[in-house]
């Protein structure tokens, strides 16, 4: 019975999107259907949990934070995540679908691979991988059945993330460990920690697997391989497959250390040592030996060996022991009759036997050709190890930008790809450095003018210019920047200028002369005063330049005009007899006007109310606390006189 015929998913409309058309397979943790993207009209791969796990707020929470992660990985072996979303009761991941089929049924169809097949199959795994961990991200379940085999020869490595998803759900709760066991890490079996070294041990079983056909430990229990794992040393090919490539078991030994300080780094950091290992590897990897079932025997594991030696020396028995034509080439030719016949043949034989090997070597001296390979996409160090196999004098061309390639991928081959040159030819990688990105330059405390053209040289754009004031910056210079000074931004970005106004001319109008010369030089300013006479209170400024509001920079001259100081016969209109206080002839009542001064401008203010002063506010240098009063303090004055207040 076809199972998809029983579905409910298929036939289905997901998240109004996704055609379901078939499923595809179904595993522990969801079930991956082959669906049409009805909005961009393209197959792709839906995995739709299962939804035991769906159920789980914690698990999907995480699932989501993992899927946008994955999603941000551009590598050519890894599976492409194009969305992630939940229609009712369904969690579902929409993939790039891979046509082909998994490790785990290649090594279920052919058994065990030869050496140089085995790598050629983890080279790009461990490519995939590399790139994952250099963005941060940790697989935690590599294994056969995680990486796909396309129908066009690609490698591509799935479910990134999925393993530390289910880490959150509350399935795992009560000690259970998450993974497939053949493949876990030490760590990962005794405290559940996973780092770029487990993907690493893991990569190092799957390749003892792929080389012997089956993995490392065997056992009737889960827990008792997990025991294996921690307390056992992980045996190297050769242990079980006698003739196995040394250099393979020293791979498998560094990558499948217990001590996870003892592996490589990263997948990167194998990834190199996989590919100078196939390029040490002999170009015949020889027939596929059986392998032995049973224990594996675990045993030391070797260190570092010497490459194998390139030329073999062939050892060829004795003439006398040959029997056969071989005998009859080998044994001296008896005597011919008829010499001057025999003579004549084997003259002529040896023209033609001359002739037939120099046109030989003619033949073969001759130049063969070869056609440039697809390199673009594939990691630097891949592609120099493809291209030297294929015949091409290798040269890594100086790395350049680029917007969309991962840095260290190949962006072009010269010559490019398809084209037919003679074999040792020179091809030129040029790598990714990754996007260009320029660091904002310096240009606080520029003039806007220079500050453009520092931007301008490093590549960068002026957007808005706006102005604050600043007591500190003098006017008209860079006070800062957006983005901040320092940070890397992709080159062609739009930067804004903030300008210092400086500060505000203060309103000094109407002021005392004492007190606006105390006002100005407290607030950094530099007064000058001229008198004139005909004004109707003394040595009030009744003018000034620069005009209130203006711009200034602290430290600068304001020039003012007073009324003249020197008139003893002036007075407030409302002083009598030399300030005698009480009641005047006309009934008026005299108060004693308080001192305010630095106190809040508000409390200033609700004081003079309360004696019934009017009180008008003006602003100064506006800092709040009243820094001139007219009339001054200790005067004395009618009720309901007005007092000009300046903060």
Known sequence: MDTTLTDPLVGKLLDGRYRVESRIARGGMATVYLALDVRLDRTVAVKVMHRSLAEDPAFVRRFIGEAKSVASLSHPNVVHVFDQGTDGDNVYLSMEYVPGRTLRDVLRSRGRLPAREALEVMIPVLAALGSAHQAGLIHRDVKPENVLLADDGRVKVVDFGLARAIEATNQTRTGVMIGTIGYMSPEQVTSGAADARSDVYAAGIMLFELVTGRQPYEGETPMSVAYR????????????????????????????????????????????????????????????????????????????????????????????????????????????????????????????????VGVTGWLFSQDTTIMVPRLVGTNIKVAEEKAR?????????????????????????????????????KLVLVASDGP????????????????????????????????????????????????????????????????????????????????????????GFIPEFVEQTDAAQPCTVIAQDPQPNAEIDKGAVIRMTLSQCNNGGWHWPWEINNGVTGENPGGQTFLVIPNVMYKDVKAARQELSALGMKVRVRKGLGRGRVLAQRPPGGQQAPAGTEVTLWH
Not at 390 to 417: H, L, Q
Request: glycine share 8%; no cysteine; aromatic share 2%.
């Open 229 to 356: 794992h921690v307390h056992d040393t992980v045996p190297v090919p050769s242990s079980l497959l006698p003739g196995s490539p040394p250099l393979l078991d020293t791979l498998v030994a560094q990558a499948t250390a217990r001590d996870p300080a003892m592996r490589p780094a990263d997948a990167t950091a194998l990834l190199v040592a996989a590919v100078e290992a196939h390029r040490m590897l002999p170009k015949d990897s020889g027939p596929v030996p059986s392998v032995p079932t049973g224990p594996v025997p675990s045993g030391p594991v070797p260190g570092p060996v010497a490459p194998p030696a390139a030329n073999h020396t062939l050892i060829q028995p004795r003439g006398d022991l040959l029997t056969g034509p071989a005998a009859d080439l080998a044994r001296p030719a008896p005597k011919a009759s008829g010499g001057f016949k025999a003579k004549w043949f084997m003259a002529v034989l040896a023209v033609v036997m001359v002739v037939a």
């Open 389 to 425: 196999q294929s015949g091409f004098v290798v040269e890594i061309g100086k790395a350049e930008n680029d917007e969309k390639a991962p840095k260290g991928t190949v962006i072009r081959t010269e010559p490019v790809e398809g084209t037919e040159v003679e074999e040792k030819s």
């Open 436 to 523: 260009k990105r320029v660091a904002v330059p310096n240009v606080v405390g520029l003039s806007e003018p220079e500050a453009r053209t520092k931007l301008a040289e490093a590549g960068l754009v002026v957007d808005e210019v706006n102005k604050q004031r600043s007591e500190t910056v003098p006017r008209g210079q860079v006070m800062r920047t957006v983005p901040a000074v320092g940070n890397r931004v992709k080159e062609g970005s739009k930067v804004s200028l903030m300008l210092s106004a400086g500060l505000l001319a203060p309103d000094v109008k109407g002021m005392p002369r004492d007190q606006a010369d105390a006002f100005l030089r407290g607030a």
